[in-house]
C-alpha cells in the first residue's frame, strides 16, 4: 500500500515551510508513524553528503531534507531530495540527480532539455519513499502560486500531482498581508490542486492570538479551508539553506536562544559574505555557543571590531576570491593578525594559488594567486568530493589540542597540496600558528575544534572567556514542540487519512 503525502507548500519564500515539515516529521515520528522527508527540487548551495539510492557511494541533498530526515530518524538519503540546484553565477546553476552532479545549465537550457528527466527521477524517488514508509511529508518551493512557473513547477504543483499529495499551505504573518497572501494563492492554484487543500498554517505570529481570531473566522468563512494552527514567533535552531535567512550585513548571527554574556565580555567573529556563499550552516554552532558573536560582513568593512575571522564554504571559489580583491578585503585582512579558519571554498582562498582556474570560474582565467596565508595549493578539475567525514581529528597550529573524533563531511571540486612549512590537519588541511583550513564541513558541530578556536579568539582579545554551563534543546525537538503545541496534528493526519 501506498503512503499518503501530505506536501507543505508556501505563499512565499521564507515563510517557514522547512521549519513547520521538520516539526511534522518529528511530531509525526512521535505518533508511532514511518515518516518519510521529500522535496522534488530543491535550489540551494547549503547542501550535505548522504548515501546515493542506489547504494553507489554517496551524493547531495539540500540541508533541509538532512535536517528533515533527522527529525523523522531515518538515514538521510537522496531519494528524500532528488533535484537539487545549486547556483554558480551568471544565471547557470549546477544540477545534481540523486545525488550526483550532471552538468552546468542556465534556467532555459535545464527546462528545455533536463527537466523531464528531473521530474521522472523525482517520481521514482517519491514512489520508493512511499512505499516504505507510512507518510511521506513533502515541503513545496517558494510559492505554490506563481503562475508562469504552474506548467513546470516540479516541487509543488507536480509533486502535488503524482504524488496524490494532500496540501497544508503555509503563510508568514510577520511583513503583513497574511490573508490576502492566502486568498490570493488560493486563488491562484491550479483547480485540481484547490481542493487537495487541507488546511493553511500561519508562522511568525507576535503578540496577542485574540486579536487574530477575527481574521481567522474571516478567512475559514471566505474559503471553507481550516486554519489548523497559528505559530508563535520562534527560532528552533534548525539549519537554513537559503541565504536570504542570513541575518543582514553587520547583524549578529543567532541561534535559537540569546545568552546572557554581556558584549564587553563577547568576542566578534567576522564573516565575510561571499557572494556565492555555501554551506553557511557551518556557522551555527559558533552562534550558538554563549559570548560568541558571529557578524556576516560586507566585503569592503573593516576589521576593527573583530577577533576572529571564518572564510566560509563557496560555490565558486575564484570568482569570489576576485570579488574579495575587488572590494578590497584582502588588503583589510592583511592588517588583521587574529585567528584565521578557512571552511573548504574558505580553505581554498587561504592558499597560495589557484590552478585549472577556468573550471570553476566564469572570469576565463586559468591560474589565479589566492590569499597567501597558507603554503597550498589548489588543482581544480570535473571530479566532484562528496562525501561524509568521520576521523580521528590531530590538530595542528591555531588549532593545536583539538583532538578526538570529529565528523562532518565534503563537497568539493579541486584537491589541495601542502607546498611549504605547515602543519597537516587531519581530514585534509593545513595550519600554522595563526591559520587553520580544512575541507571538513561540519568542523564547529564538533566540541573539540570549536573550543580550540574559541580560546584562541578569546586570547586575541586579551578577554576572559566566561564559563557557563547552557543546557540547549535538541532543535528537532523544538522544532517539534513548536509544531505540535499550536498544530492541530490529530485533525491533520485525520485528513491525510492516518
Same mark, same amino acid.
Given at each position: 500500500m501506498t503512503a499518503p503525502t501530505l506536501l507543505v507548500a508556501g505563499t512565499a519564500s521564507h515563510v517557514g515551510k522547512s521549519t513547520v515539515a521538520a516539526g511534522l516529521c518529528r511530531a509525526f515520528t512521535r505518533h508511532g508513524l514511518e515518516v518519510a522527508p521529500f522535496k522534488a527540487q530543491n535550489m540551494s548551495n547549503n547542501a550535505r553528503a548522504v548515501a546515493r539510492a542506489d547504494g553507489d557511494g554517496f551524493g547531495e541533498i539540500g540541508v533541509s531534507q538532512y535536517v528533515q530526515a533527522r527529525a523523522a530518524g531515518v538515514s538521510p538519503a537522496t531519494d528524500h531530495n532528488p533535484v537539487l540546484l545549486k547556483p554558480? $553565477?551568471? $544565471?547557470?546553476?549546477? *544540477?545534481?540527480?540523486? /545525488?550526483?552532479?550532471? /552538468?552546468?545549465?542556465?534556467?532555459?537550457d535545464y527546462y528545455a532539455t533536463h527537466w523531464s528527466d528531473a521530474k521522472d527521477a523525482a517520481i521514482a524517488s517519491h514512489a520508493r519513499l512511499a512505499a516504505s514508509s507510512d507518510v511521506v511529508v513533502a515541503e513545496g518551493a517558494g510559492s505554490i502560486a506563481e503562475i508562469n512557473l504552474h506548467h513546470r513547477d516540479l516541487a +509543488?504543483?507536480?509533486?502535488?500531482?503524482?504524488? =496524490? #499529495?494532500?496540501i497544508l499551505l503555509v503563510a508568514d504573518i510577520e511583513r503583513g498581508g497574511v490573508f490576502a497572501s492566502l486568498v490570493g494563492t488560493l486563488e491562484l492554484l491550479p483547480e485540481d490542486l484547490r481542493d487537495r487543500v487541507v488546511g493553511a498554517v500561519i508562522t511568525k505570529f507576535r503578540g496577542d492570538q485574540t486579536i487574530l481570531e477575527p481574521g481567522l473566522d474571516a478567512f475559514e468563512e471566505r474559503t471553507g479551508v481550516p486554519v489548523l494552527g497559528v505559530l508563535p514567533y520562534d527560532d528552533p535552531g534548525l539549519p537554513e539553506? =537559503?541565504? *536570504?535567512? *542570513?541575518?543582514?550585513? /553587520?547583524?549578529? #548571527?543567532? *541561534? /535559537? =536562544?540569546?545568552d546572557d554574556i554581556a558584549d564587553e565580555d563577547a568576542v566578534t567573529v567576522g564573516v565575510p559574505r561571499l557572494p556565492r556563499i555555501s554551506n553557511f550552516a557551518d556557522l551555527d554552532p559558533l552562534a550558538s555557543m554563549p559570548g560568541v558573536r558571529v557578524r556576516y560582513l560586507p566585503l569592503d568593512a573593516p576589521l576593527d571590531n573583530i577577533d576572529g575571522v571564518v572564510l566560509p564554504g563557496s560555490k565558486n571559489t575564484v570568482d569570489d576570491l576576485l570579488a574579495l580583491r575587488d572590494a578590497g578585503f584582502d588588503d583589510e585582512l592583511a592588517s588583521f593578525d587574529g585567528p584565521i579558519v578557512g571552511l573548504c571554498g574558505g580553505y581554498q582562498l587561504l592558499g597560495e594559488r589557484i590552478e585549472n582556474a577556468e573550471v570553476e570560474s566564469t572570469q576565463g582565467v586559468s591560474t589565479v594567486d589566492a590569499l597567501g596565508y597558507l603554503p597550498v595549493v589548489t588543482k581544480f578539475s570535473t571530479e566532484k568530493r562528496v562525501e561524509p567525514v568521520s576521523v580521528e581529528f590531530e590538530g595542528a597550529g591555531l588549532l593545536s589540542g583539538a583532538t578526538g573524533r570529529v565528523d562532518g563531511y565534503e563537497i568539493h571540486m579541486g584537491r589541495s597540496r601542502v607546498v611549504g612549512? #605547515?602543519? #597537516?590537519?587531519? $581530514?585534509? $588541511?593545513?595550519?600554522? +600558528?595563526r591559520v587553520a583550513g580544512t575541507y571538513i564541513h561540519d568542523l564547529f558541530a564538533n566540541e573539540s575544534p570549536r573550543e580550540t578556536f574559541v580560546d584562541a579568539v578569546y586570547q586575541y582579545a586579551g578577554r576572559h572567556r566566561p564559563t557557563i554551563e547552557t543546557e540547549r534543546t535538541d532543535p528537532y525537538e523544538r522544532a517539534a514542540n513548536l509544531v505540535a503545541s499550536n498544530v492541530d496534528i490529530e485533525g491533520l493526519l485525520d485528513s491525510v487519512g492516518l
Open positions: 554558480h $553565477g551568471n $544565471g547557470v546553476s549546477q *544540477l545534481v540527480v540523486q /545525488g550526483r552532479a550532471v /552538468g552546468e545549465h542556465s534556467a532555459s +509543488n504543483v507536480e509533486t502535488a500531482r503524482f504524488a =496524490d #499529495a494532500s539553506e =537559503d541565504s *536570504l535567512s *542570513l541575518p543582514s550585513e /553587520g547583524d549578529k #548571527a543567532t *541561534l /535559537g =536562544d540569546d612549512d #605547515a602543519d #597537516a590537519i587531519s $581530514g585534509g $588541511g593545513a595550519a600554522t +600558528n
